[in-house]
């Protein structure tokens, strides 16, 4: 998968579980390689949280895929990212649930559009249905099959990860409240995930930090100023009286 591929591939064909993202990190931890950690997920994953009966080996190969792509083996422009995000885990190792967000984000930017279109409907209203997410991505991505499906395993996936919750009918989810990222630095790590799963690479601080495919976490006030301070690769633009632009540097 090329990086340009990545902003239009829809790429997540299983429901996801935050704790075999753990699991992914301390194979990175452990310096597997590629190959190794494949077969390593493929043994965990026969015990594995989150399966009624043991996964097949297509099941298997797929969450291996991503867990491998976040982790192991990320694009070379995400490398960076995954390294920051790895060095803020084993000071902070209660920051798992936004750091993997981060990193599945960045890998499979289908994850942060599943999430913007979940956060913005939830901006509106307190409950929202896996119809409405679908309706509006279709518009964004065309009506083909696999939308809806592979929509549909990342709207479990959020459910699972505790970022969003069953209501009593079926194919409707409730908000939940969301967890406060006080740590600035990872605040800037989850500026970055989302600049890079975005095409140009840019965007306003104001639309970042309260961006909607973040919707399970309550981000931090930061000035441009901060952000260019503390992070090498992302560049702060000021434009009009307030605005002010976060892009990546080049590489």
Aim: charged share 20%; aromatic share 10%; with cysteine.
């Amino acid at each position: 998968m090329t990086t340009s591929d990545r902003f239009n591939k829809v790429g997540i064909q299983r429901e996801l579980h935050r704790e075999w993202f753990d699991k992914a990190a301390n194979l990175h931890a452990m310096g597997f390689s590629k190959a190794d950690a494949r077969q390593e997920i493929y043994a965990y994953l026969d015990g594995a949280p989150g399966f009624d009966n043991p996964p097949s080996m297509q099941t298997k190969t797929y969450v291996a895929n991503a867990l491998i792509k976040s982790w192991i083996a990320p694009e070379p422009d995400l490398i960076p990212l995954r390294d920051a995000a790895f060095q803020l885990l084993q000071e902070n190792p209660a920051a798992s649930f936004p750091i993997h967000w981060c990193l599945l984000g960045a890998a499979y930017p289908f994850w942060f559009s599943v999430a913007a279109v979940a956060g913005r409907l939830l901006n509106l209203q307190d409950q929202v249905t896996q119809t409405q997410i679908v309706s509006r991505l279709k518009e964004k991505f065309g009506d083909r099959q696999t939308i809806s499906r592979r929509a549909r395993y990342v709207i479990r996936s959020f459910v699972a990860w505790g970022a969003l919750k069953d209501s009593e009918a079926k194919g409707c989810y409730e908000k939940v409240v969301p967890m406060g990222i006080a740590d600035a630095d990872l605040g800037i790590i989850m500026f970055e995930s989302a600049l890079l799963a975005t095409p140009d690479a840019k965007g306003t601080l104001g639309l970042l930090v309260n961006n909607p495919a973040f919707f399970p976490f309550q981000l931090p006030m930061m000035t441009g100023d901060f952000v260019s301070q503390h992070s090498d690769r992302i560049d702060v633009v000021r434009y009009g009286m307030d605005d002010e632009l976060l892009k990546l540097k080049a590489r």
